[in-house]
């Protein structure tokens, strides 16, 4: 009898599977070196979702957002990075899948790759082409945010002690490597800016190494930095180090004590100028004395000074010609008004009324005249008139015909008057 092979439901194959690699402790801390691709990351979880490939094999994988925060730099598709972690099932899929808890950029520095990247992408955000504040001549008050420990506030101090002792120099402490120390920078640069009682910020360590360095170079000290309204001198470690906080302060000092010696001038310095600038106002007050003397020396030795009574003559004949042109414009003036006066007189008598009324009462006066013309012609031409109509009239009456022998003749039959010959034959 053939005996029916054990059969697996999927889940049960997936969940042994799933068992065997919990219990396998040469998974766990794995290291797995290979490319990223179809790299993904939740808008809301933030979790990491790629996949690890070479030249013969892919691997899904998966880094949760507790564990990349704490990566220095943001993979993308085509890093080749080395992966710790460990290998497991995903049960609702059935797919293998490692589990990443760390991961580094394999064959370069993790920083100075997160340095490039983050470097490139504050610059094509503008961060570091924004307008630069200028740093006060004299600043009353510099705000050092650094360790208190360290022996940068020394020189910081002492350096400005030295230099300018009038300015007052207000210390925020902070820590300046470690997990906590960019986000205590970055809060130290907002507060100092709320309070508003510093004229310039040197913000800043002694030397080190990069790891060392690193908290200067976080997005989050540099976007502090960017929006403080103090201005910002950014002073990290030595002469060659550069540093992300380099490229968004308002001013690089190499050192901390290069900063110190940015911020305020030097006493002895100022001391030499003013002694300089005493000399040079010395210098100008005496030649604006000599120019003074020279044109007053000059002014005494003209006439005007000398004989001032004749230029006075002079204003006093001038007066008397004025005043003599002044008299001849007034007569002249006055007949001219007159003569105007007496023209205005006449023209107002030709308009007087009275003359008006005179004027066309005779006006009237020659139409009436003109009238009684114009009536009697009118009435003697038609009085002609007349009598030639009746004249006429007269000529043509009927009983004038009689009287010269003519007749009316007209047929006895019907009455019918003749008027021709035609009309009438013989014996009809």
């Known amino acids: 009898m053939i005996r029916e092979p054990e059969r697996w439901s999927v889940t049960d194959l997936v969940q042994h599977l799933y068992r065997k690699l919990e219990d396998d402790d040469s998974l766990k801390g794995v290291w797995v070196e290979g490319e990223i691709s179809n790299f993904s990351q939740h808008s809301h979880s933030r979790h990491m979702y790629f996949t690890l490939k070479d030249e013969n094999a892919t691997l899904n994988a998966v880094m949760f957002a507790g564990n990349n925060r704490r990566l220095r730099f943001v993979p993308k598709n085509g890093d080749r990075v080395l992966v710790k972690g460990y290998v497991s099932i995903y049960q609702k899929s059935g797919s293998l899948q490692l589990y990443a808890q760390d991961m580094r950029l394999s064959g370069v520095g993790d920083l100075h790759v997160a340095f490039q990247r983050l470097k490139e992408q504050l610059a094509a955000e503008g961060l570091f082409d924004a307008p630069k504040k200028a740093i006060p001549a004299f600043p009353k008050t510099v705000g050092v945010i650094t360790s208190a420990h360290g022996a940068a506030v020394r020189d910081i101090i002492s350096t400005m002690r030295r230099r300018y002792p009038l300015t007052r120099i ?196 020659v139409l009436e005249r003109n009238q009684r013309q114009d009536m009697l012609q009118q009435l003697n031409g038609m009085r002609q008139k007349h009598l030639a109509l009746v004249a006429q009239l007269d000529a043509l009456s009927p009983l004038k015909v009689m009287q010269r022998g003519y007749s009316l003749v007209y047929r006895h039959a019907n009455g019918e008057l003749v008027k021709s010959r035609q009309q009438v034959r013989p014996e009809i």
Do not use: C
């Open 170 to 365: 207000l210390l925020h402490p902070v820590s300046v490597q470690g997990e906590k120390a960019a986000s205590e920078i970055a809060a130290a640069i907002d507060r100092m800016n709320l309070q508003l009682e510093a004229d310039v910020l040197i913000v800043g360590r002694g030397g080190g190494s990069l790891e060392e360095l690193w908290a200067f170079n976080e997005e989050i000290v540099a976007r502090a930095i960017y929006r403080s309204q103090v201005p910002v001198i950014s002073a990290v470690g030595h002469e060659t180090d550069v540093t992300i906080s380099d490229f968004a302060a308002d001013v690089r000092a190499a050192t901390p004590t290069a900063a110190a010696e940015l911020v305020v001038p030097h006493v002895e310095d100022l001391k030499a100028r003013v002694a300089l600038l005493t000399q040079r106002l010395l210098r100008a007050q005496m030649a604006v004395l000599d120019r003074a003397r020279e044109r007053l020396e000059k002014s005494v030795d003209r006439p005007i000074f000398k004989y001032p009574h004749a230029r006075l003559h002079q204003y006093v004949q001038r007066r008397d010609e004025l005043e003599a042109r002044l008299e001849r414009a007034m007569v002249q003036l006055v007949r001219e008004k007159r003569q105007s006066l007496a023209n205005e007189r006449v023209r107002l008598a030709a308009h007087h009324p009275q003359e008006r009324i005179r004027q066309l009462r005779e006006r009237v006066a």
